[in-house]
């Protein structure tokens, strides 16, 4: 029976989860015991650097539960721009005749309703942005047992990148380029494959796209004063949330995509170790 969580390696736990999603590691036969630290045999990785495991933990739930906050993050994303470009038609009509209210009836409630799509959005972000460098961890903690060689940047670096000005515009990449490159499974011989960076590149480029223009239309916003240029400025404002949506859909094809090659890099890994390390321990018939 496969996993119910991953559905791509063999249920061994009584609730039908794999050694990789359950985070348990495989039976050894004979009594041998897995080492504590140090190099797997043909694994290609090292013991890893501080408070790295010898045993990747699944990133499977994780992974879920940020593709549906990503998902919520679209969703309010589409609500703030429907919000945003009816608001926007009142201050056209404002801009058209200067004898027009905005400020009561339609004009309050369309911007009460505007409110409430940003404070909707802030708070998705907020939550999937949490989650996601979690996740974001837990891959490259993963990435060290795998392939400590191509490791570009430290463990912490897949938190802490993001907190550092100016860096944090180049510094995840880099980490996410070594989760990536320590995720491709190896071609039967042991040899690395090479994996295109699209997704990786898309998801990259998307993100810094929508983050540079979002500062853009925030700040044209806050400076508008007259009705065209409020008119303006909101147009601004929903063609970055629209690049926003188009991030956080990048987004998700990354998550999928890293998580796959984790779940399927673990697979081999396990297949590799079992006998590897129960050879110590055996005996003879």
Known sequence: MLCTRCRIRTAVTDDGLCTFCSGTRPPLPDGATAPVSGPVPGSGSGSGGWGVGTWPRSPVGLSRAVIALLGCVIASDLFVIGAGLHLRGLWEGLAADESLNIYTGPGLRAQELYDRAGAAQTAAFLA???????????????????????????????????????????????????????????????????????????????????????????????????????????????????????????AIVFVRAVTRMQVERAGIRQAATVPERAAPGSTAP
């Open 128 to 250: 999937t942005g949490v989650l996601f460098i979690i996740w974001f961890h837990r891959t490259r903690r993963n990435a060290e047992v795998f392939e400590s060689g191509v490791q570009r940047m430290g463990p912490g670096w897949a938190v802490g990148g993001w907190f550092v000005p100016i860096a944090n515009l180049w510094f995840p990449y880099r980490v996410a380029s070594g989760i990536w490159e320590a995720s491709v499974r190896l071609h039967p011989d042991g040899g690395r494959r090479t994996v295109p960076k699209t997704v990786l590149n898309l998801w990259w480029g998307g993100w810094i796209v929508s983050v540079l223009v979002s500062r853009i239309a925030v700040s044209q916003w806050n400076r508008a004063r007259e009705p065209e240029q409020v008119s303006d400025a909101a147009a601004l404002v929903a063609a970055a949330d629209a690049l926003d949506a188009v991030a956080a859909v990048l």
